[in-house]
């Protein structure tokens, strides 16, 4: 099957930048994703917009680059995502749920057949925050030489491109039914797909952060945590749900169990 005929799957697949300060970079990451057919480019409050040095960089995708969509925060460019995946290129004060090159590349595409999925990439200096890195459901790391692990933007977003359309060629390839990803999982026609056991949808990221808003209020009125001092209660439960991954259903739920503490909390 060609790409004229199915890269609607691929279209789905938005590559996010935070913050590039080199244009450059932005065109040499654009053409990167041509290659490997993305197109779906977000640029996060970029400290230098693309110029004639990014369209020379971009060579024949300037079309990439044209179309590339410009939003002042990470939350914006990933609003209606179903998931998103966040690269770090270091290791974090808290651990977060990991997936290799691979396997990002499966999940991507296997869930980019019920809602759009991102991966998102940082800053050239210092990549992304502990707080856009929370936004995000994994995290992703490619595993370079411990002892030359500089890897530049656009080599960075090649790498998991290619990564990503590995995936999707033999999501769509009948005679590749078992081929097993780096993760243990199986693409092509076994696939996994983007519900949960109970054939639920997972939830977009801005119902996710209405869920996680609802539980921080529901925790303040219990004096649980405290404004002032809120410490890493938030962070810890961000993971632990990423871990979990609740559906639709599940999110409804438990946002339902927080109305019910809230009412109980007003009620003393």
């Known amino acids: 099957m060609s790409d004229s005929k199915s890269n609607s799957l691929l279209d789905q697949v938005r590559i996010v930048l935070v913050n590039t300060s080199d244009c450059r970079n932005i065109g040499s990451a654009a053409r990167a994703m041509k290659t490997m057919g993305l197109s779906q480019l977000i640029l996060v409050d970029p400290i230098e917009m693309p110029n004639g040095q990014a369209q020379a960089l971009a060579a024949g995708a300037t079309d990439v680059l044209a179309n590339a969509k410009v939003v002042s925060t990470l939350s914006e460019a990933i609003e209606d995502c179903g998931l998103v995946v966040g690269t770090s290129a270091r290791s974090r004060t808290l651990p977060w749920p990991m997936l290799e090159p691979r396997g990002c590349g499966e999940k991507l595409i296997a869930e980019a057949n019920e809602y759009p999925v991102a991966l998102v990439f940082g800053r050239e200096s210092s990549g992304l925050t502990n707080d856009e890195l929370q936004m995000c459901h994994f995290h992703v790391q490619i595993p370079a030489n411990p002892d030359y692990s500089s890897l530049n933007l656009a080599m960075a977003v090649q790498t998991l491109s290619y990564e990503v359309r590995t995936s999707y060629l033999l999501s769509i390839d009948n005679e590749h039914q078992e081929r097993s990803t780096g993760n243990g999982n199986y693409i092509g026609k076994k696939i996994i797909n983007?519900?949960?056991?109970?054939?639920?949808?997972?939830?977009?990221?801005?119902?996710?952060?209405?869920?996680?808003?609802?539980f921080e209020n529901a925790l303040l009125g219990t004096g649980f945590i405290v404004e002032s001092h809120p410490g890493l209660v938030m962070t810890k439960l961000r993971r632990l749900f990423n871990r979990a991954r609740p559906d639709v259903k599940e999110i409804k739920m438990m946002r339902g169990i927080l109305a019910s503490v809230e009412r109980a909390s007003k009620d003393k």
């Open 194 to 214: 983007a519900k949960s056991e109970d054939n639920e949808i997972y939830p977009v990221t801005e119902e996710t952060e209405r869920f996680y808003q609802h």
